[in-house]
């Protein structure tokens, strides 16, 4: 992701004068960006979105997982000031959900767990209401991955329709955002019952 750059251009008048006005950016931070053949293509620069929260080992289904894992979520810095203001997520926001490697030892640890190097993966779930019918499409990217078709809507859709705290997003695990969307009323108090 580009940083989004405002130019001063300086705009002479007819007697002399000069104004300075802001010219627009080349494109909009943090928005979503597909192929021709509708691929939402790897956002770049996530790392410098906003950081909403970290989950390790965190599984939906009844079965553990065989390794350990870091989940680490980020937001864009304009759909988190929308949020902040409204407790709901503006129309383009793009979640990225980067998976890691846990290691326990290393250097001078010797107790817990911290991130590895190694990218399992990221996904990334997206708010589009004109490019799809049910406005939320989730994709999923190797580590090496460029572009990614749109998930089939029985896995990652479901999971979140039918447990998601906020619209389409897992707000209940993230600590900063659930006090702004239970303030303006978005929140589904629900949603966190444990079966």
Same mark, same amino acid.
């Given at each position: 992701m580009k940083r989004m750059v405002f130019l001063l251009v300086l705009v002479c008048t007819a007697a002399?004068?000069?104004?300075?006005?802001?010219?627009?950016? !080349?494109?909009p931070s943090g928005m979503p960006q597909y192929s021709g053949d509708n691929h939402l293509l790897r956002p770049e620069n996530y790392r410098e979105w906003i950081y909403l929260s970290s989950g390790m080992n965190m599984n939906y289904g009844p079965a553990a997982s065989d390794? !350990?894992?870091f989940t680490n979520v980020f937001v864009p810095q304009w759909a988190?000031?929308?949020?902040?203001?409204?407790?709901k997520w503006?129309?383009?926001?793009?979640?990225?959900?980067?998976?890691r490697?846990?290691?326990?030892?290393?250097?001078?640890?010797?107790?817990?767990?911290?991130?590895?190097t190694d990218l399992m993966g990221i996904g990334v779930e997206v708010k589009d209401e004109a490019r799809f019918p049910d406005k939320?499409?989730?994709?999923?990217?190797?580590?090496?991955?460029?572009s990614a078709q749109a998930a089939?809507?029985?896995?990652?859709?479901?999971?979140?329709?039918?447990?998601?705290?906020?619209e389409h997003t897992f707000v209940q695990f993230y600590p900063t955002l659930k006090p702004v969307a239970q303030k303006f009323g978005t929140y589904r108090q629900e949603r966190e019952k444990v079966e």
């Open positions: 002399g004068f000069g104004v300075l006005q802001a010219a627009a950016p !080349d494109s390794h !350990d894992m988190y000031q929308a949020f902040l203001k409204s407790g503006p129309d383009k926001t793009v979640f990225v959900v980067e998976e490697g846990a290691e326990s030892k290393g250097s001078i640890n010797k107790q817990g767990h911290y991130q590895s939320w499409v989730y994709f999923n990217f190797g580590s090496e991955t460029k089939p809507k029985g896995a990652c859709w479901r999971c979140h329709e039918d447990h998601a705290a906020v």
